[in-house]
């Protein structure tokens, strides 16, 4: 696809360059991609770090006084020595392309490469090939004839570690992985997630345990994938001050999910997102927020298995005229709890249980007879026409049951 001066073009550089890493680039690398190539990487490095929007490819042709075509030959060579990888969205009229910027192998590493330095040595030759090994690469010292003398470790450092310098301990070591232990209801790739993250997009001060569970509690909700979860993070991120906005990281998930349709992803219906669930069950109308935040809880708060939510809330609609009540659905996650309902199969079988309370003469089912249904909605006179039974023993029963009713 052949390059325009108004195609618009980011950098991001996943390293800054150092010392050794422009040696590398000028003395190693640039006999590869040429002086065009060397000075386009500089110039997108440079500018990666005050872009914040797309920019024409005709102003970086300008500040490096440099064709088009030049650019897009160097660009395409330092593509070629994994320097660089490009990014294209397709738009109308133009195109927006991203510029990921690796850093340069340092001299051993680049000499020991099978492929660069093979070629490294074709072009320069043998005698300048050598020259810059010398000068360069790192040479060992010979230690024949010399005795190690090293100290050893002393276990006697730590001897006065105790149990409160562990607990200062683990609160600082970094936990990425909230899969098990404290929070079973999370299921997120953070390896995927963290692998492809770089400190411009989620910047390294902002991936404390609180966001990072943050972000594992939506993605499960929602049913994010890693790769979308890094684009919302990416919106809700202040590289000023590297923090993350977590409540706007609510808001913008919860609009991703509503805009795309939900996908069943086996043959049970639970295994969908809580709330691509309750989406489902109004017939792919979007979730409200009160209802959204209801879901949110179970998950974050109550720590729910989402398949367990999924069951909890189908069994709320069908008791409950299909209404959720944030009251009553946390009362019944409650219960459920404390009767150690964890699994489908468990949530399940609890459901199916029939509903009673407690009266004043013992456990009776939630049932109330006809008749009373109907004094409760103003019938009381049609029923009392309709039944053949004593008007003194239909008063009294009405009296026992507002009784019961305390």
Known sequence: MELKAKDGYRSEVLRPLGADALNSLMSLYQPLVGCAGAALYLTLISEAKHQRSFEPHGRLCQIMNMDITVLERSRRKLEEMMLMRSYIKTGEGKDNYIYVLYPPLEADRFFKHEVLGRLYARIMGAKQYQLSLNKLAHIELSREGFEEVSEQFKS??????????????????????????????????????????????????????????????????????????????????????????????RSTAFVMKAKKPAKKVSDDPYDLPPVAFLQSKQNGVPVQDSDKRTIEKLITEMKMDPKVVNILLEHVLSISDNKLVPSFVASLAAAWIRSGVDTAEKAMAEAKKPRARSGRGGSRKDVLPDYYV?????????????????????????????????
Request: charged residues 35%.
């Open 156 to 249: 006697s450092v730590i001897e006065n570690w105790d149990a409160e310098s562990e607990e200062q301990f683990a609160s600082i070591k970094p936990r990425y992985n909230f899969d098990a232990g404290d929070h079973p209801a999370i299921h997120f790739d953070y390896e995927r997630f963290l692998t492809r993250a770089s400190n411009l997009v989620f910047p390294i001060e902002a991936r404390t345990n609180e966001n990072l569970r943050l972000i594992g509690e939506l993605a499960t909700m929602y049913g994010l994938s890693a790769d979308e979860m890094l684009i919302l993070v990416g919106r809700c991120t202040d590289n000023t001050n590297n923090t993350l906005d977590g409540e706007k990281l």
């Open 374 to 406: 109907q004094m409760k909605t103003g019938s009381e006179k049609e029923t009392a026409e309709e039944t053949d039974f004593d008007r003194e023993e239909f008063e009294e029963i009405r009296r026992r049951l507002r009784e019961q009713e305390g």
